[in-house]
């Protein structure tokens, strides 16, 4: 099951930068995310109004920390890595700047949450780097005509979504994954419509091409990528969810080969299997007192929901 959760998570999570590309091509980011999240916050609080069991002892405090995880997660990420393409840093670049993520979360797993990375761990967080920079350096090398600042964009988006899963880590009572993805979803949606508005961008075009996009980042990226990043997270743990991140690279390059008939030679090649042999070594490699700890967070998880 674990297997097949984290290939389902890969993939959409990848597609989410392809989706990006494809809005890119008829609105503007902001544009793009408000359409992308308000139709789907309305959805979901309709269904929360149906249905509220997973509501019940919910308190004030918890959608506020909810609420701050969404904004970190969905807006802050998801605006820096839309703003970045719309800048010129291609897909690639920006998957390789977001493939370090893994590294910074390794390094602060320990000191914030006591989930020590072993020796393996850090040998495939090391390879994965080395899997991710294989693939996107030609890319990265290549000159896209984006200005110098504009690679430091996505870093901002990184650190954002790394401090996301450290917030939601970190101690507080657990809720239902529905009752935090409908937190997550509203909260972008106030902040992107208010964004849209105040730069005269919320009015949304015409062309099939854009509510194509949306269809896709709907589906595919908010519901497949980001639902199972937080569903893996907590049965797995911050090392081995992010240590997925290392394959998106790569396989963000497939998707482009396919999609828009990207070249995919051997360097992607090369870097996909370095990539798949880092995520084996650390999910192979965590030590018992990481395993302890991970299962005690699961513990605590399913005691809070029931």
């Known amino acids: 099951m674990n297997f097949l959760l984290s290939v389902a998570f890969v993939l959409c999570w990848s597609s989410g930068f392809i989706g990006a590309k494809l809005g890119a091509g008829s609105a503007s980011a902001v544009t793009v995310l408000m359409w992308r999240f308000l139709p789907l916050a309305v959805v979901l609080i309709v269904v929360a109004a149906v249905s509220r069991t997973s509501w019940r002892g919910l308190t004030p405090r918890d959608v506020a920390r909810q609420a701050a995880i969404g904004v970190l997660s969905q807006s802050g990420y998801l605006l820096t890595v839309y703003w970045a393409i719309g800048l010129g840093v291609s897909s690639g670049t920006t998957a390789l700047i977001d493939g370090v993520q893994p590294l910074v979360a390794g390094a602060l797993a320990g000191p914030l949450l006591r989930q020590y990375v072993s020796r393996g761990q850090w040998l495939g967080l090391c390879l994965g780097v080395a899997g991710v920079a294989i693939v996107t350096t030609a890319d990265a090398t290549a000159g896209t005509g984006a200005a110098w600042w504009a690679y430091l964009v996505p870093f901002l988006g ?65 519901f497949g990528g980001y ?58 490699g965590g030590t018992p007192s990481s395993r302890v700890w991970a299962k005690a967070s699961r513990g605590v998880s399913v005691k809070t929901q029931r």
Do not use: D
């Open 158 to 222: 990184m650190f954002s979504l790394v401090a996301a899963t450290f917030l939601e880590s970190r101690g507080g009572s657990r809720v239902a994954p529905a009752v935090s993805m409908t937190v997550h979803c509203v909260t972008s949606a106030v902040v992107f419509t208010a964004l849209a508005v105040a730069t005269g961008a919320a009015r949304p075009p015409a062309e099939l091409s854009f509510w194509t996009a949306i269809t896709w980042l709907v589906v595919l990226s908010t």
């Open 227 to 284: 639902g199972l990043y937080w569903l893996i997270l907590r049965r797995s743990g911050v090392t081995k969810v992010n240590t997925l991140m290392f394959l998106m690279a790569p396989v963000t390059a497939v998707w482009g080969a396919l999609m828009f008939g990207e070249p995919f030679g051997p360097q992607a090649a090369l870097g996909l299997a370095v990539g798949l042999v880092a995520v084996v070594i650390v999910h192979r």
